[in-house]
């Protein structure tokens, strides 16, 4: 398991179709063999060969394997962040605090819906949290989330501080993610009960939160 520093920046971006390609076969290969034989299991020549490409080739768009992990990881975060944009602007006509709130429903069956959507996207998950040179992922990615709503809950509870707000707000955020893993990765558990479920659990919380902000 990798626990140094790696370069994972892309070494180039595809432009021309047959370079997509071969970049987009690339991460179709290396998902695959993540789910199949988890992060230790895999090495760029192991993708090369299953790809059908020279090592060389694949060495053009990422510097080893851990570049390309953090390309899906990306990819996921992304698909998933697109929701949480979906769901802040649902309620951009309804400026009361809690509109958020009693639209959280939306953000949680739909980030497991595009998740679930994602291939690989339980064996992606836990690689963010198991390699250390690929947490930083998962972390830029949700601190940039927690930024962006609480700028919105911000313009909506003006008395209340961004320092009160940004914590409850990542913890929340946190709780939902955890909650969306588990619906992948635990078969007693269906989609609905953990939508129906978590929702339930972060409404009640903002539901008392916002009460008593409001009161002061």
């Known amino acids: 398991m990798a626990t140094g520093s790696f370069d ?6 595809p432009r021309q179709k047959r370079a ?35 090592v060389p080739t694949l060495y053009r768009y990422f510097p080893n394997k851990y570049a390309v992990l953090m390309a899906l990881g990306n990819r996921l975060m992304a698909a998933q962040n697109i929701i949480i944009e979906q769901w802040l602007s649902r309620s951009e006509e309804n ?32 690689a963010l949290r198991a390699v250390p040179a690929l947490q930083n992922v998962r972390l830029t990615s949700h601190r940039m989330m927690t930024d962006l709503i609480t700028a919105r809950i911000s313009d909506r509870l003006t ?19 955890a909650a969306i893993e588990m619906a992948l990765e ?17 409404r009640a919380y903002w539901t008392v939160q916002l009460e008593l902000w409001l009161k002061e």
């Open 186 to 202: 635990e078969p007693m558990v269906d989609d609905e009960m953990v939508s129906t479920e978590t929702t339930r659990q972060i």
């Open 20 to 54: 997509v390609e071969t970049y987009e076969r690339i991460l179709q290969v290396s998902t695959r063999l993540l789910t199949d034989l988890g992060v230790d299991g895999i090495t760029t020549n192991l993708i090369a060969a299953e790809a059908g490409i020279k």
């Open 95 to 126: 400026r009361s605090p809690g509109a958020l709130i009693d639209d959280i429903e939306f953000l949680i069956a739909g980030t497991i819906k595009v998740t679930r959507a994602e291939p690989g996207a339980l064996a992606i998950s836990l």
């Open 8 to 13: 994972l920046a892309i070494k180039r971006a």
């Open 159 to 177: 008395g209340v501080p961004r320092d009160l707000l940004w914590p409850r707000i990542r913890l929340s955020l946190d709780l939902a993610y």
